[in-house]
T-cell receptor
Framework: DAMVIQNPRYQVTQFGKPVTLSCSQT?????MYWYQQKSSQAPKLLFH???????NEADTPDNFQSRRPNTSFCFLDIRSPGLGDAAMYLC??????????????FGPGTRLTVL | GQNIDQPTEMTATEGAIVQINCTYQ??????LFWYQQHAGEAPTFLSY??LDGLEEKGRFSSFLSRSKGYSYLLLKELQMKDSASYLC??????????WGAGTKLIIKP
């Protein structure tokens, strides 16, 4: 089945220790998104790639970086995690957002704990 | 500016019907989505409305009124597995999704 895969599902890191979260997709969608979601809050878009074009949200901290080496893979790097970065990180994909019902397909998420 | 609002929590009884409302304000609108999210899991797509009216899909229906900036999700014949958060999100003029915080639906036997 075509899907969005995230690894790891659970990640524990120490304050200030860099961490990388990965996302892969078999849907061949050209858009990939990274969201941060805290308990009982809306998903917060961090950035997205439209093919290779990187789009950073204005309020995404510099501590968060992303890489998309090819269509299938996308990575989220948190350079110096703080306690406030503990959250669920969701990867999603979609077709061209400008074309009708371009629903976003989500991976299962990575829950990040910062000690 | 843009904003989107939905109730924080609702409670309903198994077998009953519940309507979850969502109101939004935006200068550019390109459709509205409803997603279901079980605790600790990723959101899954339920419905998409771009024109006014009701879209029915099994036990779930979604309604949109663009002039009123209003949508609702109607769940019929509630089952215990329907206990989840329901998030509405509209697509703005830049085709980005603006998400609500979700409505936590609690189903009681």
């Amino acid at each position: 089945d075509a899907m969005v895969i995230q690894n790891p599902r659970y990640q524990v890191t120490q304050f200030g220790k860099p961490v990388t979260l990965s996302c892969s997709q078999t849907l061949n969608h050209n858009v990939m998104y990274w969201y941060q979601q805290k308990s009982s809050q809306a998903p917060k878009l961090l950035f997205h790639y439209y093919d290779k074009d990187f789009n950073n949200e204005a309020d995404t901290p510099d501590n968060f970086q992303s890489r998309r080496p090819n269509t299938s893979f996308c990575f989220l790097d948190i350079r110096s995690p703080g306690l406030g970065d503990a959250a669920m990180y969701l990867c999603a994909t979609s077709r061209d957002p400008g074309t009708g019902n371009n629903e976003q397909f989500f991976g299962p998420g990575t829950r990040l704990t910062v000690l | 500016g843009q904003n989107i609002d939905q109730p924080t929590e609702m409670t309903a009884t198994e077998g009953a019907i519940v309507q979850i409302n969502c109101t939004y304000q935006t200068s550019g609108f390109n459709g509205l989505f409803w997603y279901q999210q079980h605790a600790g899991e990723a959101p899954t797509f339920l419905s998409y409305n771009v024109l006014d009216g009701l879209e029915e899909k099994g036990r779930f229906s979604s309604f949109l009124s663009r002039s009123k900036g209003y949508s609702y999700l109607l769940l019929k014949e509630l089952q215990m597995k329907d206990s989840a958060s329901y998030l509405c999100a509209f697509k703005d003029s830049n085709y980005q999704l603006i998400w609500g915080a979700g409505t936590k639906l609690i189903i009681k036997p």
